[in-house]
């Protein structure tokens, strides 16, 4: 069975300091890969996706960059956070077109 | 531009009864529509998705009710339990859009927080 590991579960960073967060995937091939992110009392915001190695789009203008070295793996990064960076972070994964995703347990990152 | 709408921010239900949340949406590319359940500090659950070509789906207590005219969609948990305490999100998604294959990408409501009470 598929399974998405996503770390760390929380982290407290401060304003300026980098970030990397890490998802995994097992037990699929060539998934599709996607960063959303959750603002206080909002609804998901997609940030990146990626269909393939090496294929990163972004969806909105932000501070974050993400990449995709293996087949399985996706991470979110900045160089420096800003404290607009706040929020819950959620990777997922499918399997294409017109089916669910399904979504790691989630990173609380707090810059502060 | 909020193009997945859930305009209800809450709803309270008595453990037993209907629980029907809704979402609109404005996006008339968008052909399959989902509902995810989420407890908070945890990632969202996939509940029940429904196609476009269909106007019900039905997965034991859950269903989902798609109206494209009205670019309307629900959910009906019935019975409602105090394990369904939860916020719900719909989400939807577009084959295709106007730069191509949308791959898969979902687009989220804000969510509506369920509570049923025993």
């Known amino acids: 069975s598929q399974t998405i590991h996503q770390w760390p579960a929380t982290l407290v960073q401060p304003v300026g300091s980098p970030l990397s967060l890490e998802c995994t995937v097992e037990?699929?091939?060539?998934?599709?890969l996607y960063w959303y992110r959750q603002a206080a009392g909002r609804g998901l915001q997609l940030l990146f996706y990626?269909?393939?190695?090496?294929?990163i789009s972004s969806e909105v203008p932000q501070n974050l960059s993400a990449s995709r070295p293996q087949d399985r793996q996706f991470i979110l990064s900045s160089k420096k956070l800003l404290l607009s960076d706040s929020g819950f972070y959620l990777c997922?994964?499918?399997?294409?077109?017109?089916?669910?995703?399904?979504f790691g347990q989630g990173t609380r990152l707090t810059v502060v | 531009d909020q193009q997945v709408k859930q305009n209800s921010p809450s709803l309270s239900v008595q453990e037993g009864r209907i629980s029907i949340l809704n979402c609109d949406y404005t996006n008339s590319m968008f052909d399959y529509f989902l509902w995810y359940k989420k407890y908070p500090a945890e990632g969202p659950t996939f509940l029940i998705s429904?196609?476009?070509?269909?106007d019900k789906n039905e997965d034991g207590r859950f269903t989902v009710f798609l109206n494209k005219s009205a670019k309307h969609l629900s959910l009906h948990i019935v019975p409602s339990q105090p394990g369904d305490s939860a916020v719900y999100f719909c989400a939807a998604s577009a084959s295709l859009n106007a730069g191509g294959t949308s791959y898969g990408k979902l687009t989220f409501g804000q969510g509506t927080i369920l509570t049923v009470h025993p």
């Open positions: 429904i196609s476009s070509i269909k």
């Open positions: 037990g699929t091939s060539n998934p599709n």
């Open positions: 997922a994964w499918s399997a294409g077109l017109n089916t669910e995703a399904f």
């Open positions: 990626s269909v393939g190695i090496g294929q």
